[in-house]
């Protein structure tokens, strides 16, 4: 059940992230809300998710997910770059995230 608390609250750094984009620097007012919103229950699930895991693996999995979904995110829907190194690079962040699950009982 941590793990899937963890996953959410890594879910949410995506909504916080793409928020404060729209934020603008907190002049638009509901993209501010949102962010700050998001980031605040994030917060609390990992939190919660740290009752049963390791504080160094439940870490790195949030930023990672986060990280990872935010930079896809970034590609896809705000036309980022997607040059080969970047992909590159995301695919160690993912692959580091996936070998923390594996190792952590």
């Known amino acids: 059940m941590a793990w ?3 996953l959410v609250a890594a879910l949410l750094e995506l909504v916080w992230a793409l928020a404060l984009k ?3 620097g907190f002049s638009r007012l509901w993209p ?4 700050v919103g998001a980031a605040a229950v994030s917060f609390v ?4 998710a740290l009752r049963s895991l390791p ?3 439940a870490y790195a999995v949030w930023v990672g997910v986060g990280a990872f979904g935010v930079a896809v995110l ?3 829907a705000l036309g980022e770059s997607a040059s080969l190194p970047r992909l590159g690079f995301l695919a160690l962040i993912l692959a580091g995230v996936i070998g923390l699950r594996l190792v952590e009982d």
């Open 4 to 6: 899937a608390v963890l």
């Open 22 to 24: 729209q934020a603008d």
């Open 32 to 35: 501010s809300v949102l962010g």
């Open 45 to 48: 699930l990992l939190t919660f």
């Open 55 to 57: 504080v160094g693996t």
């Open 74 to 76: 970034g590609i896809v």
